[in-house]
């Protein structure tokens, strides 16, 4: 059978592996934890999980168990009888009873107090609930799915989470990888995104130029997807033009891309529209200004997001490392070559092998 991915785009071979576990897990009841950064999917996951179970037509109850203060929580997955608190005024059925015959999603379970971690795996073991302020117990048959963020392993070892809890969780992890580990997916999501956000706001798809590409798959990505789709959506906004440049992209960007991935950053210095300025006649500069040699300007600063001394220093280091390939990396040629002392050299290589 097909399956159903419920919008989750990519086709990355780390994201194929997550695809191919959940469909052999999708049709079973077993409880599945799924784990991954902030922001990967692990919510559309565990949505595709269920509508590729048995379950698909039964009820999908997500709770985030993060965001619900700790005294209401208990009552929100297993109900209330009335008089059980003072506000309880009428008997009202949780979550885990809504959910009866389908899937019940706790979300940030690592976020739950340990005293409900054991009702949670009484539900687990006993298939039952009993309603806060009640007498008697209730069957429900209801699939747990969970999913965090954090390492619940460590958790466990700092005694926050019951081992016993996480054991019968985990019994089929779900694992997400960020989204820096998806390769081309970024680009592929980008695109989706742009197209989305570009089509809601009633403008033509703006298009990535290549510099652009580049920066953003060397980008980390610490928010994964979901920052991914923010920065999309505010590019279809404040872009202007039809595609986007690297100067279009937030500093945060850049910034990063700058400091880890200078080799992407020289790639993209070479940007073919350089303006040609005219031949600098100054007698001093006479012989480099050659008819061929075209100055730097501002403008290439500000598309590169650079300041001077990093366009500086990536200039000499291009220049160092040109010299030492056709010196064969023989350093007194290559300082020759640069007309530099042997010992700038060799400073200077160092300078280009651990920057700053
Ligand atoms: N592979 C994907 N394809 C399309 N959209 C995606 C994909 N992954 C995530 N998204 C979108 O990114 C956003 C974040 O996804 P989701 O809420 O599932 O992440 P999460 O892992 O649950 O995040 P958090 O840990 O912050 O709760 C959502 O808008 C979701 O639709
Ligand atoms: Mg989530």
Known sequence: MELNRSGIIGQSTTLAEVFKTLSKVAPTDSTVLVTGESGTGKELLVRALHANSTRA??????????????????????????????????????????????????????EMDLSLQVKILR??????????????????????????????????????????????????PLHLP????????????????????????????????????????????????????NFMERLSILTDGTEINPQDLPDKIIDQVAETNAEALTQISEPKKMPKLPPVTDSKNANITGATYIW????VLQDLELNLKDFLDMT?????????????????????????????????????????
């Not at 109900?79 to 009873?97: D, M, N, V, W, Y």
């Not at 048959?141 to 700092?158: G, H, P, Q, Y």
């Open 316 to 356: 000499e280091a291009k220049l160092v490392t040109e010299a030492l390939d056709k010196s064969q990396g023989v350093k007194n040629i290559a300082a020759e070559l640069l007309g530099v002392k042997r010992t700038t050299l060799l400073e200077k290589v160092k300078k280009i092998q651990n920057p700053k």
């Open 296 to 299: 730097p300007t501002l403008q």
């Open 178 to 229: 960020p989204l820096r580990e998806r390769g081309d997916d970024v680009i592929l999501l980008a695109k989706h995104f742009l197209e989305k956000f570009c089509a809601k706001k009633g403008r033509p798809t703006l298009i990535l130029n290549s510099r652009t590409i580049k920066i953003l798959t060397a980008y980390n990505w610490p928010g994964n997807v979901r920052e991914l789709e």
């Open 123 to 172: 539900v687990l073991q006993e298939k039952e609930i009993e309603r806060v302020g009640g007498t008697g117990v209730k069957k429900v048959d209801v699939r747990i799915v969970a999913a965090t963020n954090r390492d619940l392993e460590a958790e466990v070892t700092a005694g926050h989470f019951r081992e016993d809890l996480y054991y019968r969780l985990n019994v089929i």
């Open 57 to 110: 037509n039964k009820p999908f109850v997500p709770i985030n168990c993060g965001a619900i203060p700790k005294e209401l929580l208990e009552s929100e997955l297993f109900g209330h009888e009335k008089g059980a608190f003072t506000h309880a005024i009428r008997s009202r059925p949780g979550r885990f009873e809504l959910a009866d015959g389908g899937t019940i999603f706790l979300d940030e379970i690592g």
